[in-house]
């Protein structure tokens, strides 16, 4: 991050609109004051009570976005309490509050993407496992089948015997069999259907995972182009009133 040495006047200027980032807003403890009257003084501590209370809710905003960015185990933004403003970088309340905001949803996108990419993980798993089943049941009608071919040699060695029902036995066997033929050949169409399936959801991994890379360094491209518009505007010399607010 480079270091933007500013002025202690013009930091005393702008300390009471300003926020570090990545600390909360910061006031001039030492600002001096004219001796009010009772209203005033009643008028001024509501200000600071007031401001105080900003402050704190914009401590807890960067508290509670450290939780999501170590959740996706991302560093935390260091929250610092110092009155020396030369070696820190300025930003006002609401590029600040946008600036949580866009990390917030930089972080909301992310967990959609990974949810995504899980839930296709976990199809795929389900899908290798369903091929493994159906291999496991044409491993089974196949020994099936080596069961009926070993009946149907017994039968035969006993046609003299029993000819008419060995025949018929024989005819029911055939029958048995071209249905295992068919079922075998259903179980090979499923299973040359699944590693499809399985082919088009790891294309799909891929395509999301260059999507994840591409927000990725638009997002980086942003936010170097947002560093220079800050940078051009800390370097310009205020000629207004509204240039000095």
């Given at each position: ?18 926020t ?7 006031f ?5 004051t004219?001796?009010?009257a ?24 960067w ?9 996706h ?7 610092v309490?110092r ?9 006002d309340?609401?590029s600040?509050q ?7 949803m930089?972080?909301e ?9 899980q ?6 798993q389900?899908l ?5 089943l ?11 089948a ?21 025949l018929n036995?024989?005819c ?10 068919r ?6 169409s ?22 994840v890379?591409?927000?990725?360094k638009e ?7 947002q560093?220079r518009?800050?940078?051009?505007l ?9 240039d000095?607010?």
């Amino acid at each position: 991050m480079t270091r933007y040495k500013v002025q202690e006047e013009c930091a005393m200027t702008e300390a009471t609109q300003s926020t570090l980032l990545p600390t909360s807003t910061s006031f001039d403890s030492a600002r001096e004051t004219m001796p009010p009257a009772a209203p005033k003084v009643q008028e001024s501590s509501q200000l600071s009570n007031r401001l105080m209370i900003e402050k704190q809710q914009e401590e807890a905003e960067w508290e509670t976005m450290n939780v999501l960015l170590i959740r996706h185990g991302l560093r935390p933004l260091c929250l610092v309490k110092r009155t020396e403003l030369k070696d820190l970088i300025i930003f006002d309340k609401q590029s600040s509050q946008r600036m949580r905001q866009n990390l917030r949803m930089l972080v909301e996108e992310t967990e959609r993407q990974q949810s995504m990419i899980q839930e296709l993980i976990e199809t795929n798993q389900q899908l290798k496992n369903e091929l493994q089943l159906e291999k496991s049941r044409a491993a089974h009608e196949e020994q099936r089948a080596n069961d009926l071919e070993q009946i149907m040699e017994s039968v035969k060695c006993k046609i003299g015997e029993l000819e008419d029902e060995s025949l018929n036995r024989i005819c029911q066997q055939q029958n048995k069999m071209k249905d295992l033929q068919r079922e075998h050949r259903t179980l090979q169409s499923k299973c040359q259907h699944y590693k499809k399936k399985q082919m088009e959801q790891q294309q799909t991994i891929a395509s999301l995972q260059k999507d994840v890379c591409r927000l990725t360094k638009e997002e980086e491209e942003r936010i170097i182009t947002q560093n220079r518009v800050f940078a051009y505007l800390c370097k310009r010399v205020p000629h207004t009133v509204l240039d000095r607010q």
